[in-house]
């Protein structure tokens, strides 16, 4: 059974700084790309970033958000920097990763962390 545990949300003031981790654990063969969504409140959940082959960010990210990866761990981490009041919502963990080598890869996702910035 696969595991995607997030860690690091809390309470951050605006313009100041939050560093989320996701750990993998259980069967895995391999991981292809990992990725952060958010879901923010009364807003469907979106893409922040995605690291794989190559590395994608939303457009409202790119230059405030850094992920990052290391594989030897199965661990994935967000670097969020001058967050603001809209980046309050719930972060999740994805991973698309193969148990087997016999099976095909699928989604697999975390519980959430809840990142909460005050003004």
């Known amino acids: 059974q696969v595991r995607l545990v997030e860690s690091g949300g809390g309470l951050v003031q605006a313009g100041g700084s939050l560093t989320l981790s996701c750990a993998a654990s259980?069967?895995?063969?391999?991981?292809?790309?990992m990725a952060w969504y958010r879901r923010a409140p009364g807003k469907q959940r979106e893409l922040v970033a995605r690291?794989?082959?190559?590395?994608n960010y939303a457009d409202w990210a790119k230059g405030r958000f850094t992920i990052s990866r290391n594989n030897a761990e199965n661990a994935v981490y967000l670097q969020m920097n001058s967050v603001n009041g809209e980046d309050t919502a719930v972060y999740y963990c994805?991973?698309?990763?193969?148990?087997?080598?016999?099976?095909?890869?699928?989604?697999?996702w975390g519980q959430g962390t809840q990142v909460t910035v005050s003004s």
């Open positions: 994805y991973a698309s990763l193969r148990p087997s080598p016999w099976h095909n890869p699928s989604d697999y």
């Open positions: 690291i794989g082959r190559s590395t």
């Open positions: 259980g069967r895995i063969f391999s991981i292809n790309d």
